[in-house]
Protein backbone atom coordinates (compact mmCIF):
# COMPACT_ATOMS: atom_id res chain seq x y z
CA UNK A 1 0.00 0.00 0.00
CA UNK A 2 2.81 2.35 0.80
CA UNK A 3 4.80 1.70 -2.18
CA UNK A 4 1.81 2.31 -4.22
CA UNK A 5 1.46 5.89 -2.49
CA UNK A 6 4.51 6.51 -2.86
CA UNK A 7 4.37 5.82 -6.74
CA UNK A 8 1.65 7.90 -6.81
CA UNK A 9 3.12 10.67 -5.19
CA UNK A 10 6.06 10.51 -7.58
CA UNK A 11 3.70 10.81 -10.19
CA UNK A 12 2.18 13.56 -8.69
CA UNK A 13 5.51 15.55 -8.31
CA UNK A 14 6.10 15.21 -12.04
CA UNK A 15 3.02 16.56 -13.18
CA UNK A 16 2.64 19.42 -10.50
CA UNK A 17 5.94 20.59 -11.31
CA UNK A 18 4.16 22.46 -14.18
CA UNK A 19 0.94 23.03 -12.34
CA UNK A 20 2.43 25.36 -9.81
CA UNK A 21 4.82 27.06 -12.38
CA UNK A 22 1.85 28.82 -14.21
CA UNK A 23 2.31 31.70 -11.83
CA UNK A 24 5.78 32.88 -13.65
CA UNK A 25 6.73 33.92 -16.58
CA UNK A 26 8.32 31.78 -19.55
CA UNK A 27 11.88 33.71 -19.23
CA UNK A 28 11.61 33.21 -15.57
CA UNK A 29 11.02 29.89 -15.64
CA UNK A 30 14.10 28.98 -18.20
CA UNK A 31 16.53 31.34 -15.79
CA UNK A 32 15.60 29.28 -13.05
CA UNK A 33 16.32 25.89 -15.27
CA UNK A 34 19.77 27.25 -15.87
CA UNK A 35 20.88 29.20 -12.88
CA UNK A 36 23.31 28.08 -10.13
CA UNK A 37 21.07 26.69 -7.00
CA UNK A 38 20.51 29.20 -4.14
CA UNK A 39 19.75 28.77 -1.07
CA UNK A 40 16.34 30.79 -0.85
CA UNK A 41 15.96 30.99 -4.13
CA UNK A 42 13.00 28.62 -6.19
CA UNK A 43 15.24 25.70 -6.76
CA UNK A 44 15.84 25.62 -3.05
CA UNK A 45 13.48 27.56 -0.59
CA UNK A 46 15.38 26.12 2.49
CA UNK A 47 19.02 24.89 3.26
CA UNK A 48 19.98 23.25 6.37
CA UNK A 49 24.15 24.42 6.69
CA UNK A 50 24.64 22.48 10.05
CA UNK A 51 27.21 20.57 10.97
CA UNK A 52 25.13 18.53 13.63
CA UNK A 53 23.26 15.33 12.23
CA UNK A 54 21.47 12.61 13.58
CA UNK A 55 22.90 9.36 14.74
CA UNK A 56 19.22 7.36 13.86
CA UNK A 57 20.36 4.47 15.95
CA UNK A 58 19.94 6.24 18.21
CA UNK A 59 16.45 7.36 19.66
CA UNK A 60 18.07 11.38 20.69
CA UNK A 61 19.94 10.67 17.39
CA UNK A 62 22.57 11.83 19.40
CA UNK A 63 22.33 15.38 19.43
CA UNK A 64 22.47 18.10 21.82
CA UNK A 65 18.82 18.76 23.89
CA UNK A 66 17.35 22.30 23.34
CA UNK A 67 18.01 23.65 26.60
CA UNK A 68 14.92 23.74 28.74
CA UNK A 69 12.69 21.67 26.21
CA UNK A 70 9.70 20.19 28.05
CA UNK A 71 7.26 16.86 26.85
CA UNK A 72 4.57 16.51 28.37
CA UNK A 73 1.58 13.39 27.94
CA UNK A 74 -1.65 15.06 26.51
CA UNK A 75 -3.30 11.60 26.38
CA UNK A 76 -2.33 7.97 27.05
CA UNK A 77 -3.90 5.23 25.52
CA UNK A 78 -6.08 2.55 27.12
CA UNK A 79 -7.89 0.06 25.49
CA UNK A 80 -9.17 -2.24 28.89
CA UNK A 81 -9.65 0.95 31.20
CA UNK A 82 -10.63 3.69 28.74
CA UNK A 83 -12.01 6.06 31.59
CA UNK A 84 -8.12 6.63 32.24
CA UNK A 85 -7.59 7.92 28.41
CA UNK A 86 -10.68 9.48 26.60
CA UNK A 87 -13.42 7.11 27.62
CA UNK A 88 -13.39 5.06 24.34
CA UNK A 89 -10.43 2.74 24.66
CA UNK A 90 -9.27 3.25 21.31
CA UNK A 91 -5.27 2.69 20.87
CA UNK A 92 -4.85 4.54 17.25
CA UNK A 93 -4.41 8.16 18.11
CA UNK A 94 -2.47 10.32 15.78
CA UNK A 95 -2.17 13.15 13.59
CA UNK A 96 -2.44 16.12 16.69
CA UNK A 97 -3.13 19.67 15.35
CA UNK A 98 -2.79 22.63 17.38
CA UNK A 99 -4.22 25.87 17.86
CA UNK A 100 -4.40 28.49 21.24
CA UNK A 101 -7.43 30.73 21.57
CA UNK A 102 -9.43 32.42 24.34
CA UNK A 103 -6.34 31.86 26.67
CA UNK A 104 -6.87 28.28 26.06
CA UNK A 105 -4.50 25.30 24.07
CA UNK A 106 -6.86 22.89 21.48
CA UNK A 107 -5.41 20.17 19.99
CA UNK A 108 -7.39 17.76 17.89
CA UNK A 109 -6.42 14.46 16.64
CA UNK A 110 -7.39 11.36 15.07
CA UNK A 111 -8.23 8.37 16.46
CA UNK A 112 -9.12 4.92 15.42
CA UNK A 113 -10.36 1.63 17.93
CA UNK A 114 -6.82 -0.15 16.92
CA UNK A 115 -5.35 0.58 13.16
CA UNK A 116 -4.27 3.10 10.99
CA UNK A 117 -6.69 4.11 8.45
CA UNK A 118 -9.04 1.37 9.27
CA UNK A 119 -12.73 2.50 10.73
CA UNK A 120 -14.48 3.38 12.37
CA UNK A 121 -12.67 6.69 13.01
CA UNK A 122 -13.67 9.65 14.72
CA UNK A 123 -11.65 13.11 15.57
CA UNK A 124 -11.09 14.34 19.07
CA UNK A 125 -10.39 17.46 21.09
CA UNK A 126 -8.26 17.92 24.32
CA UNK A 127 -7.90 21.79 25.96
CA UNK A 128 -5.51 22.81 28.22
CA UNK A 129 -4.75 26.53 29.91
CA UNK A 130 -1.33 26.09 30.32
CA UNK A 131 -0.03 23.67 27.59
CA UNK A 132 1.19 20.92 30.68
CA UNK A 133 -2.36 19.38 32.00
CA UNK A 134 -4.85 18.87 30.07
CA UNK A 135 -8.58 18.05 30.43
CA UNK A 136 -9.79 14.84 29.17
CA UNK A 137 -10.78 14.57 25.18
CA UNK A 138 -13.89 15.05 23.72
CA UNK A 139 -15.39 14.02 20.87
CA UNK A 140 -15.58 16.64 17.74
CA UNK A 141 -16.76 14.54 14.90
CA UNK A 142 -18.13 11.68 15.97
CA UNK A 143 -18.20 8.53 13.28
CA UNK A 144 -20.09 9.10 9.91
CA UNK A 145 -22.44 6.62 9.02
CA UNK A 146 -22.10 5.65 5.28
CA UNK A 147 -25.34 5.43 3.27
CA UNK A 148 -25.33 1.34 3.87
CA UNK A 149 -24.69 1.69 7.21
CA UNK A 150 -21.05 0.90 7.92
CA UNK A 151 -18.68 3.67 9.86
CA UNK A 152 -16.73 6.04 7.91
CA UNK A 153 -13.59 6.98 8.76
CA UNK A 154 -12.22 11.07 10.06
CA UNK A 155 -8.78 12.37 8.43
CA UNK A 156 -7.59 15.96 8.60
CA UNK A 157 -4.62 17.83 7.35
CA UNK A 158 -5.64 20.62 8.83
CA UNK A 159 -7.85 20.94 12.22
CA UNK A 160 -8.26 25.16 13.28
CA UNK A 161 -8.88 28.28 11.94
CA UNK A 162 -9.04 31.49 13.86
CA UNK A 163 -11.71 33.44 11.32
CA UNK A 164 -10.86 37.75 11.33
CA UNK A 165 -14.15 38.38 13.09
CA UNK A 166 -12.63 35.76 16.10
CA UNK A 167 -14.75 32.70 15.28
CA UNK A 168 -12.76 29.65 16.16
CA UNK A 169 -13.85 26.49 13.88
CA UNK A 170 -12.57 23.39 14.02
CA UNK A 171 -12.53 21.21 11.12
CA UNK A 172 -11.99 17.44 9.62
CA UNK A 173 -12.65 15.34 6.56
CA UNK A 174 -14.80 12.21 6.21
CA UNK A 175 -12.68 9.65 4.13
CA UNK A 176 -12.55 5.77 3.20
CA UNK A 177 -11.24 2.82 4.06
CA UNK A 178 -8.16 2.02 2.92
CA UNK A 179 -6.94 5.36 2.19
CA UNK A 180 -8.72 8.45 3.48
CA UNK A 181 -5.98 10.25 1.24
CA UNK A 182 -6.40 9.28 -1.70
CA UNK A 183 -9.37 12.00 -3.44
CA UNK A 184 -12.26 10.06 -3.34
CA UNK A 185 -13.80 11.34 0.59
CA UNK A 186 -17.07 12.62 0.84
CA UNK A 187 -15.84 15.93 2.65
CA UNK A 188 -15.18 18.49 5.22
CA UNK A 189 -16.59 19.14 7.95
CA UNK A 190 -16.96 22.32 10.28
CA UNK A 191 -18.20 23.40 13.31
CA UNK A 192 -17.63 25.78 15.81
CA UNK A 193 -15.79 26.03 19.04
CA UNK A 194 -17.64 28.28 21.58
CA UNK A 195 -16.35 30.48 24.22
CA UNK A 196 -17.49 28.28 26.83
CA UNK A 197 -16.11 25.12 25.68
CA UNK A 198 -19.39 24.25 23.58
CA UNK A 199 -19.25 23.24 20.10
CA UNK A 200 -21.77 24.46 17.69
CA UNK A 201 -23.61 21.38 14.89
CA UNK A 202 -21.75 20.28 12.54
CA UNK A 203 -22.11 21.11 8.82
CA UNK A 204 -20.45 20.11 5.39
CA UNK A 205 -17.96 23.40 5.14
CA UNK A 206 -16.60 21.72 1.56
CA UNK A 207 -18.31 18.67 -0.48
CA UNK A 208 -15.86 16.67 -2.37
CA UNK A 209 -18.04 17.43 -5.33
CA UNK A 210 -15.83 16.34 -8.19
CA UNK A 211 -16.03 12.91 -6.82
CA UNK A 212 -20.13 13.57 -7.27
CA UNK A 213 -20.55 13.85 -3.21
CA UNK A 214 -22.73 16.82 -2.25
CA UNK A 215 -26.17 17.91 -0.10
CA UNK A 216 -28.76 15.27 -2.06
CA UNK A 217 -26.06 12.05 -1.17
CA UNK A 218 -25.13 13.25 2.73
CA UNK A 219 -27.07 13.79 5.53
CA UNK A 220 -25.10 16.70 7.19
CA UNK A 221 -26.63 20.50 6.17
CA UNK A 222 -24.44 22.86 4.19
CA UNK A 223 -23.02 25.47 6.33
CA UNK A 224 -24.84 27.92 4.03
CA UNK A 225 -28.24 26.66 6.43
CA UNK A 226 -26.39 28.09 9.76
CA UNK A 227 -28.97 31.18 11.16
CA UNK A 228 -25.40 32.09 12.68
CA UNK A 229 -24.29 34.92 10.04
CA UNK A 230 -21.03 34.86 11.97
CA UNK A 231 -20.10 31.42 11.47
CA UNK A 232 -20.95 31.56 8.13
CA UNK A 233 -18.63 34.50 8.02
CA UNK A 234 -15.50 32.61 9.38
CA UNK A 235 -16.21 29.57 6.96
CA UNK A 236 -16.16 31.77 3.95
CA UNK A 237 -13.36 33.67 5.16
CA UNK A 238 -11.71 29.98 5.51
CA UNK A 239 -12.91 29.15 1.88
CA UNK A 240 -11.32 32.19 0.61
CA UNK A 241 -8.03 31.95 2.21
CA UNK A 242 -5.77 30.35 -0.31
CA UNK A 243 -2.85 29.27 2.05
CA UNK A 244 -4.92 27.94 4.60
CA UNK A 245 -6.64 25.82 2.14
CA UNK A 246 -3.86 24.85 0.41
CA UNK A 247 -3.22 21.88 3.29
CA UNK A 248 -6.46 20.46 2.08
CA UNK A 249 -5.25 19.12 -1.57
CA UNK A 250 -4.04 15.49 -0.56
CA UNK A 251 -7.36 14.51 0.54
CA UNK A 252 -9.27 15.67 -2.17
CA UNK A 253 -6.66 15.96 -4.84
CA UNK A 254 -9.16 18.12 -7.37
CA UNK A 255 -8.24 19.58 -10.39
CA UNK A 256 -10.91 22.06 -10.63
CA UNK A 257 -8.76 24.88 -10.09
CA UNK A 258 -9.37 25.46 -6.08
CA UNK A 259 -5.99 24.54 -5.12
CA UNK A 260 -3.05 26.14 -6.41
CA UNK A 261 -0.48 23.46 -5.66
CA UNK A 262 -1.14 19.70 -5.32
CA UNK A 263 0.89 16.81 -5.68
CA UNK A 264 2.44 16.66 -2.16
CA UNK A 265 1.60 16.14 1.43
CA UNK A 266 0.96 17.98 4.95
CA UNK A 267 2.03 21.44 3.77
CA UNK A 268 2.81 23.74 6.48
CA UNK A 269 4.05 27.14 5.48
CA UNK A 270 5.28 30.71 7.19
CA UNK A 271 6.23 34.05 5.94
CA UNK A 272 9.81 34.86 5.95
CA UNK A 273 11.62 38.14 5.89
CA UNK A 274 10.83 39.58 2.92
CA UNK A 275 7.28 38.70 2.93
CA UNK A 276 7.65 35.84 1.05
CA UNK A 277 5.67 32.30 1.74
CA UNK A 278 7.08 29.44 2.35
CA UNK A 279 5.93 26.14 2.12
CA UNK A 280 6.82 22.92 3.26
CA UNK A 281 6.07 19.33 2.75
CA UNK A 282 6.52 15.80 3.38
CA UNK A 283 9.57 14.09 2.09
CA UNK A 284 11.69 16.91 2.14
CA UNK A 285 9.53 19.31 -0.25
CA UNK A 286 9.27 22.91 -0.30
CA UNK A 287 8.06 25.89 -2.68
CA UNK A 288 7.80 29.75 -2.48
CA UNK A 289 4.61 31.55 -3.39
CA UNK A 290 4.94 35.66 -3.73
CA UNK A 291 1.06 35.83 -3.64
CA UNK A 292 0.06 34.62 -0.55
CA UNK A 293 -0.67 31.28 -1.84
CA UNK A 294 -1.98 32.26 -5.56
CA UNK A 295 0.88 30.82 -7.25
CA UNK A 296 4.07 28.61 -6.57
CA UNK A 297 7.36 27.64 -7.60
CA UNK A 298 7.63 24.27 -9.01
CA UNK A 299 7.68 22.08 -5.64
CA UNK A 300 11.34 21.03 -5.20
CA UNK A 301 12.94 17.98 -2.99
CA UNK A 302 15.50 19.80 -0.50
CA UNK A 303 18.01 17.67 -0.44
CA UNK A 304 20.07 18.95 2.85
CA UNK A 305 16.56 17.98 4.72
CA UNK A 306 17.08 14.48 5.32
CA UNK A 307 14.08 12.54 6.37
CA UNK A 308 11.16 10.33 5.52
CA UNK A 309 7.17 10.49 4.98
CA UNK A 310 6.41 11.91 8.36
CA UNK A 311 5.96 16.05 8.64
CA UNK A 312 7.97 19.12 8.21
CA UNK A 313 6.98 21.91 10.34
CA UNK A 314 8.19 25.50 9.58
CA UNK A 315 7.38 28.70 11.69
CA UNK A 316 8.82 31.90 13.03
CA UNK A 317 9.28 32.15 16.44
CA UNK A 318 8.65 35.39 19.13
CA UNK A 319 12.35 36.41 18.88
CA UNK A 320 11.50 37.03 15.11
CA UNK A 321 13.71 34.02 13.95
CA UNK A 322 12.49 30.96 12.07
CA UNK A 323 12.44 27.41 13.44
CA UNK A 324 11.53 23.78 11.62
CA UNK A 325 11.03 20.53 13.14
CA UNK A 326 11.28 17.22 11.77
CA UNK A 327 12.30 13.92 12.21
CA UNK A 328 15.69 14.00 10.88
CA UNK A 329 16.27 10.44 9.65
CA UNK A 330 15.72 8.24 6.40
CA UNK A 331 13.98 5.27 8.37
CA UNK A 332 10.48 5.88 7.76
CA UNK A 333 9.08 3.06 10.27
CA UNK A 334 11.29 4.31 13.10
CA UNK A 335 10.90 8.38 13.54
CA UNK A 336 12.99 9.72 15.59
CA UNK A 337 13.88 12.14 17.06
CA UNK A 338 11.72 15.02 17.04
CA UNK A 339 14.45 17.88 16.33
CA UNK A 340 14.29 21.48 15.95
CA UNK A 341 16.97 23.62 13.32
CA UNK A 342 16.54 27.48 13.27
CA UNK A 343 17.47 30.14 11.46
CA UNK A 344 17.74 34.14 11.18
CA UNK A 345 16.35 34.46 8.00
CA UNK A 346 13.71 31.34 7.37
CA UNK A 347 16.66 30.30 4.29
CA UNK A 348 19.50 28.74 5.88
CA UNK A 349 18.90 26.68 9.06
CA UNK A 350 21.53 25.41 11.49
CA UNK A 351 22.08 23.62 14.77
CA UNK A 352 19.97 20.65 14.90
CA UNK A 353 19.01 20.10 18.13
CA UNK A 354 16.40 17.40 20.04
CA UNK A 355 12.88 18.06 20.91
CA UNK A 356 11.84 14.54 22.36
CA UNK A 357 14.36 11.66 22.07
CA UNK A 358 12.20 9.09 24.08
CA UNK A 359 10.71 5.92 22.59
CA UNK A 360 9.03 3.71 24.68
CA UNK A 361 7.94 0.30 23.38
CA UNK A 362 4.47 0.95 21.26
CA UNK A 363 1.61 -1.20 24.00
CA UNK A 364 -0.77 -1.82 21.52
CA UNK A 365 -0.87 -3.48 18.39
CA UNK A 366 -2.03 -1.80 14.84
CA UNK A 367 -1.63 -1.47 11.61
CA UNK A 368 1.17 0.87 10.74
CA UNK A 369 2.16 2.05 13.59
CA UNK A 370 5.52 3.26 12.96
CA UNK A 371 7.75 3.84 15.78
CA UNK A 372 8.47 7.12 17.87
CA UNK A 373 7.16 10.74 18.00
CA UNK A 374 6.31 11.71 14.58
CA UNK A 375 3.72 13.85 12.54
CA UNK A 376 4.26 17.25 14.86
CA UNK A 377 2.43 20.43 14.07
CA UNK A 378 2.71 23.59 15.92
CA UNK A 379 0.72 27.05 15.58
CA UNK A 380 -0.15 28.02 12.13
CA UNK A 381 -0.05 32.02 11.10
CA UNK A 382 -3.11 33.33 12.62
CA UNK A 383 -4.36 30.40 15.19
CA UNK A 384 -3.16 31.97 18.06
CA UNK A 385 0.29 33.03 20.21
CA UNK A 386 0.55 31.60 23.53
CA UNK A 387 1.72 34.76 25.99
CA UNK A 388 5.25 32.89 27.13
CA UNK A 389 7.40 33.26 23.82
CA UNK A 390 7.77 29.35 23.72
CA UNK A 391 7.56 27.49 20.67
CA UNK A 392 4.91 24.81 20.99
CA UNK A 393 4.56 21.45 19.29
CA UNK A 394 2.32 18.63 19.39
CA UNK A 395 2.23 15.18 17.83
CA UNK A 396 2.12 11.46 18.79
CA UNK A 397 4.31 9.08 19.71
CA UNK A 398 4.42 5.28 18.04
CA UNK A 399 0.90 6.37 17.15
CA UNK A 400 -0.80 5.48 19.76
CA UNK A 401 -0.32 8.26 22.63
CA UNK A 402 -0.68 12.53 21.83
CA UNK A 403 2.19 14.74 23.35
CA UNK A 404 3.22 17.71 23.33
CA UNK A 405 6.45 19.72 23.42
CA UNK A 406 7.11 23.29 24.95
CA UNK A 407 10.05 25.07 23.48
CA UNK A 408 11.81 27.99 25.11
CA UNK A 409 12.89 30.88 22.75
CA UNK A 410 15.15 31.78 21.84
CA UNK A 411 16.30 28.00 20.95
CA UNK A 412 19.96 27.33 22.84
CA UNK A 413 21.80 24.14 23.36
CA UNK A 414 24.47 25.48 25.64
CA UNK A 415 24.32 27.30 28.99
CA UNK A 416 27.29 29.62 30.12
CA UNK A 417 27.03 29.96 33.98
CA UNK A 418 27.28 27.24 37.04
CA UNK A 419 24.00 26.06 38.01
CA UNK A 420 22.47 26.65 41.76
CA UNK A 421 19.06 25.14 41.64
CA UNK A 422 16.67 24.62 44.61
CA UNK A 423 13.55 24.93 42.89
CA UNK A 424 11.93 27.90 45.08
CA UNK A 425 12.00 30.17 42.47
CA UNK A 426 9.89 28.42 40.36
CA UNK A 427 5.82 27.78 40.44
CA UNK A 428 4.77 24.50 41.66
CA UNK A 429 3.19 22.34 38.45
CA UNK A 430 4.63 24.97 36.07
CA UNK A 431 7.24 25.54 33.68
CA UNK A 432 10.38 23.92 35.35
CA UNK A 433 12.82 26.45 34.12
CA UNK A 434 16.20 25.24 32.47
CA UNK A 435 15.19 21.78 32.80
CA UNK A 436 14.09 18.75 30.15
CA UNK A 437 11.40 17.15 31.46
CA UNK A 438 10.14 14.07 30.21
CA UNK A 439 6.61 13.95 31.32
CA UNK A 440 4.41 10.67 30.97
CA UNK A 441 1.09 10.87 32.38
CA UNK A 442 1.44 7.71 34.81
CA UNK A 443 5.21 9.18 35.53
CA UNK A 444 5.18 12.80 35.92
CA UNK A 445 7.82 15.32 36.49
CA UNK A 446 6.96 18.63 38.29
CA UNK A 447 7.71 20.85 40.64
CA UNK A 448 6.41 20.48 44.28
CA UNK A 449 6.02 22.15 47.85
CA UNK A 450 8.08 19.75 49.18
CA UNK A 451 9.38 19.71 52.38
CA UNK A 452 6.91 23.04 52.34
CA UNK A 453 5.33 25.75 50.03
CA UNK A 454 9.08 27.76 50.98
CA UNK A 455 11.07 25.05 49.93
CA UNK A 456 10.07 23.47 47.02
CA UNK A 457 11.95 20.45 45.20
CA UNK A 458 11.51 18.74 41.58
CA UNK A 459 9.42 15.51 42.15
CA UNK A 460 10.02 12.37 39.79
CA UNK A 461 7.15 9.82 39.67
CA UNK A 462 6.43 6.78 38.08
CA UNK A 463 3.67 4.05 37.73
CA UNK A 464 4.14 3.39 34.18
CA UNK A 465 4.65 -0.20 33.25
CA UNK A 466 6.52 0.45 30.15
CA UNK A 467 8.17 4.03 30.83
CA UNK A 468 9.58 6.40 32.84
CA UNK A 469 9.78 9.66 33.81
CA UNK A 470 13.16 11.94 33.01
CA UNK A 471 14.82 15.07 34.25
CA UNK A 472 18.11 16.71 32.93
CA UNK A 473 19.90 20.01 33.39
CA UNK A 474 22.33 21.53 30.70
CA UNK A 475 25.52 22.68 32.19
CA UNK A 476 29.11 24.11 30.98
CA UNK A 477 30.73 21.35 28.51
CA UNK A 478 33.48 20.98 30.86
CA UNK A 479 36.43 18.77 31.72
CA UNK A 480 36.59 18.80 35.57
CA UNK A 481 33.44 19.27 37.32
CA UNK A 482 32.21 19.21 40.59
CA UNK A 483 27.90 18.11 40.94
CA UNK A 484 26.24 18.04 44.24
CA UNK A 485 22.46 16.93 45.02
CA UNK A 486 20.27 16.08 47.16
CA UNK A 487 17.51 13.16 47.22
CA UNK A 488 14.82 11.99 49.19
CA UNK A 489 13.22 8.93 48.02
CA UNK A 490 10.00 7.65 49.48
CA UNK A 491 10.38 4.16 49.19
CA UNK A 492 13.13 1.97 49.24
CA UNK A 493 11.60 -1.62 48.22
CA UNK A 494 10.39 -0.75 44.68
CA UNK A 495 11.31 1.67 42.00
CA UNK A 496 14.56 3.02 40.87
CA UNK A 497 16.53 6.02 39.91
CA UNK A 498 19.27 6.35 37.95
CA UNK A 499 21.98 9.20 37.72
CA UNK A 500 23.74 9.95 34.77
CA UNK A 501 26.40 12.15 33.82
CA UNK A 502 26.65 12.61 30.06
CA UNK A 503 27.89 13.88 27.01
CA UNK A 504 27.17 16.29 24.46
CA UNK A 505 26.35 13.07 21.95
CA UNK A 506 24.50 11.11 24.95
CA UNK A 507 26.89 9.16 26.57
CA UNK A 508 26.78 8.17 30.01
CA UNK A 509 30.35 7.93 31.82
CA UNK A 510 29.05 8.41 34.93
CA UNK A 511 26.57 5.83 36.04
CA UNK A 512 24.85 6.21 39.80
CA UNK A 513 21.59 3.98 40.33
CA UNK A 514 19.46 3.38 43.46
CA UNK A 515 18.07 0.45 43.05
CA UNK A 516 14.64 -1.53 44.54
CA UNK A 517 16.07 -2.90 47.31
CA UNK A 518 17.64 0.15 49.08
CA UNK A 519 21.34 -0.12 47.91
CA UNK A 520 23.28 2.28 45.99
CA UNK A 521 25.77 1.81 43.14
CA UNK A 522 28.01 2.80 40.44
CA UNK A 523 29.16 1.52 37.29
CA UNK A 524 33.13 1.03 37.49
CA UNK A 525 34.54 0.88 34.01
CA UNK A 526 32.45 -2.62 33.49
CA UNK A 527 31.58 -3.75 36.74
CA UNK A 528 28.89 -2.79 39.26
CA UNK A 529 30.02 -1.18 42.66
CA UNK A 530 28.31 -1.12 45.64
CA UNK A 531 28.95 2.38 47.46
CA UNK A 532 26.17 2.14 49.95
CA UNK A 533 22.48 1.93 51.05
CA UNK A 534 19.48 4.48 51.30
CA UNK A 535 16.22 4.55 53.85
CA UNK A 536 13.15 5.34 52.92
CA UNK A 537 11.84 9.08 53.42
CA UNK A 538 15.40 10.46 54.23
CA UNK A 539 17.03 12.87 52.63
CA UNK A 540 20.66 11.71 50.60
CA UNK A 541 23.05 14.34 49.84
CA UNK A 542 25.06 12.66 46.65
CA UNK A 543 28.51 14.35 45.69
CA UNK A 544 30.27 13.63 42.54
CA UNK A 545 33.66 14.72 41.79
CA UNK A 546 34.35 14.16 37.68
CA UNK A 547 38.55 14.18 36.25
CA UNK A 548 37.69 13.64 32.11
CA UNK A 549 41.92 13.70 32.11
CA UNK A 550 41.67 10.95 34.18
CA UNK A 551 38.51 9.02 32.86
CA UNK A 552 37.66 8.51 36.77
CA UNK A 553 35.21 10.16 39.36
CA UNK A 554 34.63 9.63 43.13
CA UNK A 555 30.94 10.00 44.80
CA UNK A 556 30.80 10.90 48.20
CA UNK A 557 27.06 9.62 50.05
CA UNK A 558 26.03 10.95 53.35
CA UNK A 559 29.36 13.15 53.71
CA UNK A 560 30.98 9.78 54.24
CA UNK A 561 34.18 8.80 52.94
CA UNK A 562 34.60 9.05 49.24
CA UNK A 563 34.48 6.81 46.78
CA UNK A 564 37.26 6.85 44.82
CA UNK A 565 39.07 5.93 41.28
CA UNK A 566 35.70 5.01 39.71
CA UNK A 567 36.65 4.22 36.42
CA UNK A 568 34.14 5.70 33.36
CA UNK A 569 31.64 3.85 31.92
CA UNK A 570 32.92 4.46 28.74
CA UNK A 571 35.51 7.21 26.94
CA UNK A 572 34.71 10.80 26.54
CA UNK A 573 35.78 13.78 26.10
CA UNK A 574 33.32 16.47 28.04
CA UNK A 575 30.22 16.15 30.05
CA UNK A 576 27.67 18.88 29.87
CA UNK A 577 24.47 16.95 31.47
CA UNK A 578 23.29 16.03 34.64
CA UNK A 579 20.55 13.26 33.84
CA UNK A 580 17.78 11.60 36.43
CA UNK A 581 15.57 9.13 35.16
CA UNK A 582 13.03 6.88 37.27
CA UNK A 583 13.84 3.71 35.04
CA UNK A 584 16.45 1.65 33.31
CA UNK A 585 17.96 3.05 30.18
CA UNK A 586 16.76 1.73 27.11
CA UNK A 587 17.89 0.74 23.13
CA UNK A 588 14.58 -1.02 22.13
CA UNK A 589 13.22 -0.29 19.89
CA UNK A 590 16.09 -0.04 17.62
CA UNK A 591 16.36 0.13 13.90
CA UNK A 592 15.68 -3.55 12.84
CA UNK A 593 12.74 -3.70 15.86
CA UNK A 594 9.70 -4.60 14.21
CA UNK A 595 5.82 -3.82 14.84
CA UNK A 596 4.57 -6.68 15.80
CA UNK A 597 0.68 -6.34 14.14
CA UNK A 598 -0.73 -8.77 16.47
CA UNK A 599 1.11 -8.59 19.71
CA UNK A 600 0.26 -6.70 22.73
CA UNK A 601 2.45 -5.69 25.54
CA UNK A 602 1.48 -7.51 28.86
CA UNK A 603 -0.87 -5.71 30.84
CA UNK A 604 -0.21 -2.33 29.50
CA UNK A 605 -3.02 -0.59 31.27
CA UNK A 606 -2.12 -1.45 35.06
CA UNK A 607 -0.66 1.19 36.69
CA UNK A 608 2.57 -0.21 38.49
CA UNK A 609 3.38 0.62 42.74
CA UNK A 610 4.34 4.30 42.77
CA UNK A 611 7.51 5.24 43.22
CA UNK A 612 8.45 9.28 44.24
CA UNK A 613 12.04 10.47 44.22
CA UNK A 614 12.35 14.60 45.07
CA UNK A 615 15.14 16.44 44.16
CA UNK A 616 16.79 19.73 45.69
CA UNK A 617 19.87 21.77 45.86
CA UNK A 618 21.26 21.08 42.54
CA UNK A 619 25.01 22.12 42.58
CA UNK A 620 27.27 22.03 39.32
CA UNK A 621 30.52 23.88 39.17
CA UNK A 622 33.07 23.81 36.52
CA UNK A 623 36.62 23.51 37.34
CA UNK A 624 38.33 23.46 34.36
Known sequence: MRQ?????????????????????????????????VEAGSVKEPVRYIGKAAADYSLHDGGLRPVVGASNYQVMRANRTHPDESDGFGWTYNHAPMLAYWNNTFFIEYLSNPADEHVPPGHTLLATSKDGIHWAKSKVVFPVYTLSDGSPGMMHQRMAFYVAPNGRLLAMGFIGFYPDPVNGTGIGRTVREIYKDGSFGPIYFLKFNSQKGWGEHNTHLPFYTSSNDTEFKEACDSMLQNRLMRAQWWDEEQTTDGFYS???????????????????????????????????????????????????????????????????????????????????????????????????????????????????????????????????????????????IARVPVPVRT??????????????????????????????????VEFPSSKNKSLELQNSEPFDYSRAVRVFPESQKVSISLKVYPHQSDHGLLEIDVVDH??????????????????IDGSKIRAVGSYTAEHWISIWIEIDLPAQIFSVTIFGGQAQSNIKFACEVDSVERLSLRTGTYRIFPKLNTINQPGRDLPH?????????????????????
Open 261 to 403: VGGFEALSFFHRQDGKVVGLWKWSHAALSHDEGKTWSPVVKVPSFVMDGAKFWGQRTSDNRYAVIYNPSPQGEHRWPLAVATSEDGISFDNLACIHGEVPLPRFKGRWKDFGPQYNRGIEEGNGVPPDGALWDTYSVNKEDIW
Open 604 to 624: PDVPTALAKFNIDEVHIVRKD
Open 505 to 522: AGKRPVQIVLDDKGGLSV
Open 414 to 447: RVNSDVNDNFDNMEADGVVTDWNIYSPKWAPVSV
Open 4 to 36: IRHFSQMFCILSVIVVVSAGFSEAETDALRSAR
